[in-house]
């Protein structure tokens, strides 16, 4: 570790760093452009100037291209220093259009900080500025090039960090444009992260603009609620709305960027349908007289038909609070009936992981310096979008990727595929451990037997599966086929990406409790009258919604807490209006048992555009906000349990409760979380198999979870809501060619579900056998929940 | 009338190019059957103690810079000879190759063997598409012949090598950039380290090479290093030099001379005198990048170190010169256009502080300035040089630092007069 | 896309490019072979050179628009380019430039209305040696003086409308 001395202050350092980062140490800031933790040096910008006074490195040098090294005397108020950083902000303002009024970027803009830090105040170049044209780069991002002060930050992250493919540096000299080939959206799933990259005002939020100074905003470090990965995010809200989400920064998750889901899929918070009003019997009533009224009746139909009469179906959306609260609901009433996940292919993948991972544990980040990663029916793109951007560093880094998977699954970097069914999914995992490929075609067999060997000498090698496809079946076998190959040196890593942020804080409560299509069976059979959904939905997650549909209609009580307008908070008989994730403090525990924290950043309330009805400032006043009755998930299940209602003290309690949950208490936002060392309990044996009509004549159809329209709070999110594609299916261009269909052509599917229009799509890279279908909401796709499999016809749209 | 040993120039004739027999005859391709018979690590020891320094700009001992390259280094390696020869009042290498371009094919072929590379590239700027196909020709010739190719003159080893076109921009010339440039991303330089001989092209390790160095490997291999110490005029020199005139003079040619040559004899002998009976004012002594001498200069040695005595540069030995009627601010202005013209837009104070010195030498020449004006321009200088990501725009600080130093009386009186007081003439 | 390449040199330079480790080092040569054929770029250009390296678009891009003699606007069918760096300067390119505006009857950058020629400035040729130069595609002509360039442009004129008339 080398010892240096910056400013008179001796530090050391991690090897390997930057005198720039050495500095930083200290809680010196070196003025910096180009330079980026995640980007990495490249000197461009000329900004990070010090003066190397002793030491192996003389003179005056980028911080940035420097490593720390022992013996280094720097001085960062070294005069010639503080000139040129002068003069480098002087001249990055050459052609700065001083437009700081108008500009979005104001109040968090680098460029503005860095030329008051730089000590540039006044303007000596009076000549003609260089202008440029901008692009419409689509619906997330604005471009204003004539801000721009060429750091390349943005390509650097577009595309070698993120690995898009359509955007890029144009010109020479001081004449060089950031833009597409052609005008047009920008492709990357993470394109959004350009935004944060920009140090200054050329790339900027399009959904955001116009919407509030910076200065103005209201900020809370949070964790984005859209998959399992847990990524550091930091929401912005003003107006009783959540205006914007930028990344957040934890270097053992996400590290710097997120996805554009998570960036753009705020607007749920505020959608003009959701549900912010107590209910009881369809007439709106006061939360406690809600709270009070499902605490009774559910008492009445325990007492009377006996506890195991109500059920509790909690989701992966919910708090880890919430969901120990409603566990702990549900022992009080003495019910066995427990699930947290509706889908019963999610909810064992879920706690078949959490009985297993054990030391097989990967985080995002080790996952970035994997040098062999395969995924096992596993989509980052659509199942955990940030796991892909992970993935891709590992190549970056010299890894190796396979999928191994029915669908054509799509990755910002290099990979080999091998297409396989579902069913042998969790055949080729023990498979590969037995080292036994008979069951397998040639040409797949030479595939697997590479990649033994490629695992038996990898050095950190990740394997990852995805709860849509595995189950708890195939998630087993994944942790058996890493304990296989873990040797004494070194253990195989495993990553699953479940359901939801908190998939992994439910399946840890769950237990050896029934699957959710059991619970089914009981309301059918009218043993379980009442059912208690905490921010789930089983009219749309059960695994055949038809079924929960029918069976559903037998209750005698739906009791529904929720943010959003879904299907049981429309058709509860008692209604409770909970907070959003932006909204409240809570925490979550993400699909590595790490436990996050995250804070409020706004109180609910019916955004001011709403109640203004485009007047501002609105015309009508009250004395209470309007719509700001919901409440954070734990705290109403608190106050019915007649708990501690101060989070410190109900954490606290909950952890006195529960030892595994040791840590709780003490977790706090903007760290890097703490890793659960509680292990689950693995769901009971019997599986049920869902009824699949084998019709002879029939494709097969799979449904899947797409990158875009899947996602229930992104499609309540306008930015990403007019994004979402027409209903479409995916097939291998081979059997496109059978059924005569072609790419982008209309044709008509055929379920037992009725008939639709969809647009045919193809990929070589997927099974051929299959049929794909992803679920999207609000259209005639609602019902293909992703993991299912359905008889189905394709047939060209009749001619007109 | 040039009395002097010609060594690259002894077969050159006008508007003719040697081809592959009358080269051999001349004793063509001599130097590379010596070398053959040596090691490659014998051959590299006999360029360090040859003497001879890199003809493309810096000067850096050739021998030195080979005996780094990792030659025992498995895997590909590569040669690329720096034919971009963009930098204003050069245009030897050009001479070189359109006269007698097996020089260059027979230098290269021992490079390849001395640094055990297996692929060597030719970077030729766009405008010479003349020297590409003489190149191109003299490589058929090689190859038909037994010189490049598999098993080069029986010897067991490969030299294969390629002709790279160029699009424009004098940034190619960088070494690392063309390296860029060649691997087809935007020529941006590289920083160093890693410098090329560890990870080059494609990632491997590379040396760099300008035409006029690697054409006078095969003399030395011909001729030994103390036949090539004794061409230099000056004794702690070696070897001759392509020197391109240009500018107010009599007779603006290319010429092969000894290192150590005085500026007076190169402008009064060679190049004629300054024409029209005029004063010698200055020059640039080795290109575009270089400060300017003046007359109290003329008895200077044209050589490495003596001219960075003079605190100039040998350069390119690219002599432009400028009579007693030019305005120096003109001059100067004229460069620094062609630099922030030129600059790759990769770093900031060569991207937009040349521009800036563009824009205030702009205003010192059609008499806008104040003695602001030329305050600033010194402080930009100070922030430029040495400040910048690659050398072009410590090379553009030349002739801006020199015009300081040199003719600050003459900025003076445009800010004075609020004209230029050339503008007459 | 053919008509900026003939068929049998995309199907060469295809074969190339997959016969080769770093297809991206032909992005240059077949630019300019695009650009000797067509005459300049069009956006159908570059995406013409992506598809026969199999590299991005975006990429032959970035480097096409790096490159001053890669042409991405249409220019005339003879492009002049007359140099003014110092050793032009010094011996009268300006005064070549004002006389090349003035017979052409255009500005630098633009293309006279017959769609002949295109007036561009360009750095050094490396011609110092026979200043005032200019180059019309690859062929550089030196010590120029007005009537030099009359001639030269009469002789041009002549061959295109040869080759139109072909
Ligand atoms: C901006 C710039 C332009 C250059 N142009 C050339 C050039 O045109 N030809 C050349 O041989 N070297 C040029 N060089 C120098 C090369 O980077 C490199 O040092 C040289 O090719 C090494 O060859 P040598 O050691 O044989 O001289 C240039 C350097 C810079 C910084
Ligand atoms: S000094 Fe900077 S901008 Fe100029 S050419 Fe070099 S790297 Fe490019
Ligand atoms: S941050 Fe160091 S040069 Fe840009």
């Not at chain 1, 992260?193 to 959904?207: E, Q, R």
């Not at chain 2, 490495?304 to 007693?324: C, I, K, M, Q, Y």
Request: net charge negative; hydrophobic share 40%; proline share 6%.
């Amino acid at each position: 570790m080398p010892k240096l001395t910056i400013d008179n202050l001796e530090v050391t350092v991690p090897e390997g760093i930057n005198v720039l980062e050495a500095a930083r140490e200290l809680d010196i800031i070196i003025p910096h452009f180009c330079y980026h933790e995640a980007l990495g040096s490249v000197g461009s910008c000329r900004l990070c100037a010090m003066m190397f006074v002793d030491g192996p490195v003389k003179g005056l040098q980028m911080a940035c291209m420097i490593q720390a090294q022992d013996g280094m005397v720097v001085s960062s108020t070294d005069p010639d220093a503080i000139e040129l950083r002068e003069h480098v902000i002087e001249w990055a303002m050459t052609n700065h259009p001083h437009d700081c009024p108008v500009c979005d970027e104001g109040g968090e803009c680098q460029l503005q900080e860095m030329t008051v830090a730089g000590g540039h105040g006044v303007r000596r170049y009076s000549g003609k500025k260089c202008t440029f044209t901008n692009q419409n780069l689509g619906p997330f991002v604005q471009q204003e090039m004539n801000r721009c002060i060429t750091c390349y930050r943005c390509v650097r992250t577009y595309r070698d960090y993120c690995g898009g493919t359509d955007y890029g540096v144009f010109g020479s000299r001081n004449r060089i444009q950031y833009a597409r080939f052609r005008e047009g959206a920008l492709e990357s799933p993470f394109s959004g992260n350009i935004i944060d990259a920009c140090p200054t005002g050329v790339l900027t939020s399009k959904p955001f603009r116009f919407k509030t100074r910076l200065w103005d905003l209201q900020e809370a470090p949070s964790i984005c609620p859209h998959c399992s990965l847990g990524c550091a995010t930091v929401p912005g809200g003003r107006y009783r709305e959540v205006q914007r989400v930028k990344a957040g920064i934890n270097r053992e998750t996400n590290g710097f960027f997120i996805c554009d889901r998570g960036r753009f899929g705020y607007d749920h918070v505020n959608h003009p349908e959701r549900p912010r009003q107590g209910r009881l019997d369809g007439q709106p009533v006061t939360v406690n007289a809600a709270l009070l009224a499902a605490r009774e009746q559910v008492t009445a139909i325990a007492s009377k038909h006996g506890p195991d009469s109500v059920a509790f179906l909690g989701s992966s959306r919910s708090s880890f609070e919430a969901s120990v609260l409603l566990h702990d609901w549900a022992k009080a009433t003495g019910s066995q009936q427990l699930v947290f996940e509706a889908h019963q292919g999610r909810d064992r993948a879920a706690r078949t992981l959490t009985a297993q991972l054990g030391k097989h544990v990967r985080s995002q980040e080790e996952l970035r310096q994997s040098d062999l990663v395969i995924l096992f029916g596993a989509d980052p793109l659509a199942e955990g979008p940030m796991l892909a951007l992970a993935i891709r560093q590992a190549v970056r880094n010299g890894g190796k990727v396979v999928v191994i998977d029915p669908r054509p699954v799509e990755l910002p970097c290099a990979a080999s595929y091998l297409p396989l069914s579902p069913e042998k999914l969790p055949e080729v995992l023990v498979a590969l451990g037995k080292k036994d490929f008979n069951a397998f075609e040639a040409d797949e067999r030479v595939l697997l037997e590479s990649l033994v060997e490629q695992l038996k000498s990898a050095q950190r090698p990740v394997l990852i599966g995805g709860a849509d496809l595995l189950g708890g079946k195939g998630v087993q076998a994944l942790c058996a086929a890493a304990e296989k190959f873990t040797s004494d040196e070194r253990s195989v890593g495993v990553i699953t990406l479940l359901a939801g942020p908190n998939s992994y804080g439910g399946a840890l409560l769950a237990g050896d409790g029934p699957d959710f299509d059991s619970i089914l069976d009981a309301v059918q059979e009218g043993t379980v009258r009442a059912l208690v959904c905490l921010e789930s939905d089983p009219f749309r997650e059960a695994r055949d919604p038809a079924r929960a549909h029918a069976a559903l209609g037998h209750l005698e009580l739906l009791v529904s807490f929720d943010s959003t307008p879904n299907l049981a908070a429309q058709r509860a008989d008692i209604f409770l209006p909970t907070r959003a994730n932006a909204e409240m403090a809570g925490s979550y525990v993400n699909n590595e048992g790490r436990l996050q924290a995250f804070m409020p950043v706004i109180d609910p309330g019916v955004p001011i555009r709403e109640t203004g009805a485009g007047n501002h400032p609105p015309r009508e006043f009250f004395q209470i906000t309007p719509g700001s009755s919901p409440e954070a998930d734990w705290l109403l299940l608190a106050g019915l349990l007649e708990r501690e209602l101060d989070l410190v003290g109900l954490r606290e309690s909950i952890e006195k409760d529960h030892p595994p949950f040791a840590g709780l208490s003490s977790i706090a936002a903007e760290t890097t979380g703490v890793r659960l060392t509680a292990q689950g309990t693995l769901p009971p044996a019997e599986e049920q198999e869902l009824p699949h009509a084998a019709d002879s004549e029939a494709l097969t159809l799979m449904a899947i979870t797409g990158q875009i329209g899947s996602c229930w709070l992104a499609h309540l999110s306008s930015p990403l809501a007019a994004t979402e594609p027409q209903p479409y299916v995916i097939l291998h261009p081979e059997l496109a060619a059978e059924l005569n269909l072609a790419a982008d052509e209309r044709a008509r599917l055929t379920t037992h579900f009725g008939h639709c229009h969809i647009v045919i799509r193809t990929d070589e890279k997927m099974l051929k056998s299959l049929i794909l279908v992803p679920q999207l909401w609000d259209t005639a796709l609602e019902g293909m929940v992703p993991g299912g499999m359905l008889d189905c016809r394709l047939e060209k749209e009749a001619q007109r | 009338m040039n009395a002097y040993t010609q060594v690259l120039f002894k077969n050159r004739r006008s508007n003719e190019t040697v081809l592959l027999p009358e080269y051999e005859k001349s004793g063509g391709y001599q130097g590379l059957r010596a070398a053959m018979k040596m090691t490659p690590a014998e051959v590299c020891e006999l360029i360090k103690g040859s003497g001879l320094r890199g003809r493309g700009g810096a000067g850096f001992p050739t021998g030195i810079k080979w005996s780094f390259f990792p030659a025992d280094q498995p895997g590909d390696k590569y040669l690329v000879c720096n034919g971009d020869e963009m930098e204003p009042g050069t245009y030897k290498d050009r001479q070189l190759l359109l006269a007698d371009p097996h020089q260059l094919i027979e230098g290269m072929a021992i490079a390849s063997y001395a640094l055990q590379t297996q692929i060597g590239y030719i970077f030729l700027r766009y405008a010479y598409e003349d020297c590409f196909q003489r190149v191109e020709r003299a490589i058929e010739e090689a190859v038909e012949v037994g010189y490049l190719g598999k098993n080069i003159l029986g010897s067991g080893f490969d030299v294969e090598l390629h002709v790279h076109g160029s699009a424009g921009r004098y940034i190619l010339g960088e070494e690392t950039s063309q390296l860029n440039g060649l691997e087809g991303r935007r020529p941006n330089p590289r920083s160093k380290p890693p410098f090329p001989a560890q990870r080059g092209l494609f990632g491997r390790p590379t040396n760099v090479n300008n035409v006029e160095t690697l054409a006078t490997v095969p003399h030395i291999l011909t001729h030994g290093t103390a036949w090539f110490q004794n061409l230099a005029l000056n004794p702690e020199s070696a070897g001759t030099k392509l020197f391109g005139l240009s500018g107010h003079l009599n007779r603006p040619e290319c010429f092969e001379l000894p290192l150590g040559i005085t500026l007076r004899e190169v402008v009064e002998d060679f190049g004629g005198g300054v024409r029209g009976g005029k004063k010698f004012k200055a020059c640039l002594p080795g290109g575009a990048s270089t400060p300017y001498l003046t007359a109290d200069h003329l008895d200077v040695m044209m050589d490495f170190n003596p001219l960075e005595e003079v605190e100039s540069r040998l350069g390119t030995a690219g002599v432009t010169v400028f009579d007693e009627d030019t305005c120096m601010v003109a001059v100067t202005r004229n460069l620094n256009q062609f630099f922030a013209r030129e600059s790759c837009g990769w770093c900031t104070p060569c991207r937009d502080g040349l521009a800036t010195i563009s824009w205030l030498l702009d205003r010192i020449e059609f008499g806008q300035a104040t003695n602001d004006d030329l305050a600033m321009l010194k402080d930009q200088v100070k922030n430029i040089k040495g400040r910048s990501f690659c050398a072009l725009a410590e090379g553009a600080m030349g002739p801006v630092e020199a015009l300081l130093r040199l003719f600050e009386d003459e900025i003076k009186d445009h800010i004075r007069k609020g004209c230029c007081p050339f503008a007459s003439n | 896309m053919t008509e900026f390449l003939p068929q049998n040199q995309i199907d060469s330079f295809k074969a190339k490019a997959a016969a080769i480790a770093h297809p991206h080092e032909m992005i240059v040569d077949l630019l300019r072979a695009i650009q000797l054929h067509h005459g300049w770029v069009p956006d159908d250009g570059v995406l013409l050179t992506a598809a026969t390296l199999g590299v991005l678009p975006i990429e032959v891009e970035e480097v096409a628009t790096f490159y001053d003699k890669i042409f991405r606007r249409e220019v005339g069918k003879r492009v002049i380019h007359v140099c003014d760096s110092i050793c032009c300067w010094a011996t009268g390119a300006e005064m070549i430039t004002e006389h090349l505006k003035k017979a052409l009857g255009i500005g630098l950058g633009e293309t006279t209305t017959d769609g002949i020629f295109t007036l561009l400035p360009t750095c050094c040729l490396g011609a110092c040696g026979d200043a005032p130069a200019m180059m019309i595609g690859f062929t550089t002509h030196g010590l120029l003086t007005t009537e030099k360039i009359d001639d030269i442009l009469q002789k041009e004129r002549a061959a295109v409308a040869a080759e139109i008339f072909a």
